[in-house]
């Protein structure tokens, strides 16, 4: 048998026994004894930090820049709909059915392979580390924000999501915005009081008309969603003197999380908290080495609109890896197997074309 089939087969082999065990966000800790033990079964010296599993290549030289390898093996809970079992590592018609298989397991199993391959050669002009790590799914503090100061100086990473193998050279930022307005409290019959729906909808509708006026060429404009709306009121027949909503907004790099917090402040009356600010655009410069081996190869570079554990990166990051991010976290979730094979192939060819980092 030769590398690349073995690399295929165990990949294969590895995907299917992670989608056989739960692993939730915070809940990692099966999946995450499963990739120790399976990096040690092939002489991969493996450590382990809570939930998250890593490894250095065998001639590891501090005098050499490192690169990282990420992906993550946490998953969201199992949307409605499923007709296949999402533990089940179902094969059939070409695809890998089960949950995270694409989102991020294969990421996972194909740089892993890649890892490999590489792990014992001993003139590589730079080092690298592999990082599965946990709670990507909710940008939690236990996963690749707890690790990395573990790890030493990281020069920059692959990050794998499904990307189709395309270069995601650059992400939106996230900011999470609860928003509560005030009125005040009456008897609906008798049409007292001030309603606090009513306020609050001015506010709703500014966030859906507003356009912030500069667009970035990878990332298009700032976007803005009003995702939920409540009242603490339970009585039909009283005027609620609260009302409250959380707007989601996706930001370019042509804006800071605090410039648009002020330009919100300055047109929503009412108490505006955001939930976090350090989820930041992210980009990788088009003439980094990752880019450009990735250019030779004929991949294609692009702006996503999601997040991953990038943009918690203080280094440049290239987001790449086999699947579809359209498959994320719906029901029946899959990857193809000449995804799995393929991805593989790439994330070799891709390390082996940069010189230098």
Request: glycine letters at 8%; one cysteine or more.
């Amino acid at each position: 048998m030769n590398e690349q089939t073995q690399l295929y087969e165990e990949a294969l082999d590895l995907l299917r026994q992670m989608i056989r065990i739960p692993s939730f966000s915070r809940e990692e800790a099966g999946t995450a004894t499963l990739l120790e033990n399976w990096l040690q079964q092939r002489g991969i010296p493996a450590s382990r930090a809570g939930n998250n599993v890593y490894a250095r290549n065998l001639h590891f030289d501090d005098g050499k820049p490192t690169l990282l390898l990420n992906s993550h093996h946490d998953t969201v809970k199992p949307a409605s709909g499923y007709t296949t079992d999402p533990f089940g590592a179902l094969i059939m018609d070409g695809k890998l059915y089960g949950l995270g298989s694409n989102d991020a397991g294969a990421s996972v199993v194909c740089l892993t392979a890649a890892f490999r391959h590489f792990y014992a050669m001993p003139d590589l002009p730079y080092n690298l580390i592999l990082a599965l790590t946990a709670e990507e799914e909710i940008s939690g503090y236990e996963g690749i924000v707890a690790l990395l100061p573990l790890l030493g100086r990281i020069d920059c990473a692959l990050v794998g999501e499904p990307t189709q193998m395309q270069m995601a050279v650059a992400e939106r930022g996230l900011m999470v915005l609860d928003v509560t307005v005030k009125g005040q409290s009456g008897h609906a019959a008798r049409n007292e009081g001030v309603n606090a729906i009513y306020e609050a909808l001015t506010a709703v509708t500014w966030f859906r008309n507003y356009h912030f006026p500069a667009a970035s060429d990878l990332l298009g404009p700032v976007s803005m969603q009003v995702t939920s709306i409540h009242t603490d009121n339970k009585a039909h027949n009283v005027v609620p003197d609260t009302c409250s909503f959380v707007v989601d907004i996706r930001i370019n790099e042509c804006y800071t999380h605090e410039a648009i917090l002020a330009t919100v402040q300055q047109h929503v009356s009412g108490s505006i908290t955001p939930r976090s600010t350090r989820l930041r655009s992210s980009n990788i410069a088009a003439q980094h080495p990752l880019v450009q081996a990735g250019a030779a190869m004929g991949l294609r570079s692009y702006g996503s609109p999601t997040l991953s554990d990038k943009a918690l990166m203080p280094f440049p990051a290239l987001k790449i890896g086999p699947g579809d991010s359209a498959r994320s976290h719906t029901a029946d979730e899959y990857i193809r197997l000449d995804e799995l094979a393929s991805g593989i192939d790439q994330y070799i060819s891709l390390l082996g074309r940069v010189p230098h980092l």
